[in-house]
């Protein structure tokens, strides 16, 4: 959907931003650009839409040269997401989304409902359309820049650095979001960031750029960090590119065991061991130390702060930060509902990445 061949830009000050990029982005994919700062990756992406005209070499976009296109037609056949979503501050969310049906010809009253059905699909309800972007939490902001970006249902989509200005939870969210429109949009997806974690998390393809806008790898991201390129793409996917890696190992060998549980809200007698604390909806609550001598009804005042749960069927790394983090040593497993499946501890994980290994080390030649 898009290529690169012998992309170069160079300003008029002797700056070099790319230098010969040569790079191809299959359709319905998420590629990720991603480096330190100052590398070229936004430069590199902005001359999708020509933003940015190259100095040499073409940019191909559905096997056509880019500029053979009118600019402002290009654009509007592209969907585009800045950091902090751009919105326009003087319009409504519902209008800032009917913004590109509009310049496309469609009515006001189509255009609007077109923004109100991609409102729902970013997860924003309806009722926000009346609202304005400073009204809205950050989140919401990119949620309705993603939906602006989608309004006239363009192949492409370029996202520079649209989730860096919101706190990691929302970030989180927002890249869970990403992730599950793909699967229902597959669109072609350029993405910009300069978090490792991110670029390996969304990408189904990474290219890292060292500075001067030098392509140093282009690569699935488990290949990434399993066989790095030079040192350069060593250091810049970090010294945890095993620990990062576990997001790759399938989690279907986790077997979670059974665990001695107490409610709250009940009497519960003194034992000599751990024990995990459900709510009556058997979601976990925390852990109740080894010999606690409760007075009267369990209370959740009581309980030791359970580190963080492993939802079944998720990547491996998070089953390890589970066992890593509980008191007890024993990681808390629960369903996509948030209840109780069972616990694992750090040897079970470590046994499931050796089979992984085994497995892996049987395939090669």
């Known amino acids: ?92 969310v519902l209008d800032n989304v009917a913004t590109v049906p509009l310049l496309h010809g469609r009515s006001k009253q189509e255009a609007r409902r077109r923004a109100g059905e991609l409102l729902e699909l970013v997860g924003l309800p309806q009722e926000l359309g009346k609202r304005y972007p400073a009204q809205l939490s950050g989140g919401q902001q990119q949620r309705v820049g993603v939906a602006r970006a989608l309004a006239a249902d363009p192949p492409v989509l370029l996202m520079d650095e649209p989730f860096s200005a919101v706190d990691p939870v929302v970030r989180e969210g927002l890249q869970d979001e990403l992730l599950r429109l793909q699967d229902e949009l597959d669109k072609t997806v350029l993405f910009v960031t300069h978090d490792i974690d991110e670029a390996v998390k969304l990408g189904e393809k990474v290219a890292v750029l060292r500075q001067g806008g030098h392509l140093a790898q282009y690569a699935r991201p488990d290949d990434l960090l399993a066989d790095p390129a030079d040192d350069f793409v060593t250091a810049f996917v970090g010294r945890d590119r095993g620990y990062r890696r576990l997001s790759f ?38 852990w109740l130390p080894p010999g606690s001598n409760v007075d009267g009804e369990l209370a959740e005042a009581q309980l030791v702060a359970g580190g963080s749960l492993y939802t079944e069927h998720t990547p491996l790394r998070g089953a390890l930060d589970a066992a890593l983090s509980a008191p007890s040593g024993q990681g808390v497993v629960v369903d996509g509902d948030g209840r109780l499946v069972g616990v694992i501890t750090t040897d079970h994980v470590l046994d499931v990445i050796a089979q992984h290994r085994r497995g892996v080390g049987e395939g090669l030649p």
């Open 1 to 92: 959907m898009i290529e690169f061949q012998a992309v170069r830009k160079q300003y008029d000050n002797g700056t070099v931003a790319v230098h010969e990029l040569s790079l191809s982005v299959q359709t319905g994919t998420i590629t990720v650009l991603v480096g330190p700062s100052g590398c070229g990756k936004t430069t590199l992406m902005r001359m999708v839409n020509r933003m940015i005209e190259p100095s040499s070499g073409k940019v191909l976009v559905g096997g056509t040269d880019v500029r053979e296109r009118d600019p402002a037609q290009l654009r509007r056949g592209i969907g585009y997401v800045i950091q902090q979503a751009g919105l326009f501050p003087h319009r409504n």
């Open 249 to 286: 190992v399938d989690p279907d060998g986790v077997r979670p065991e059974p665990v001695a549980t107490v409610e709250l809200g009940t009497k519960v007698p003194p034992e000599p061991r751990w024990r995990l604390a459900v709510d009556g909806d058997g979601r976990p609550r925390g």
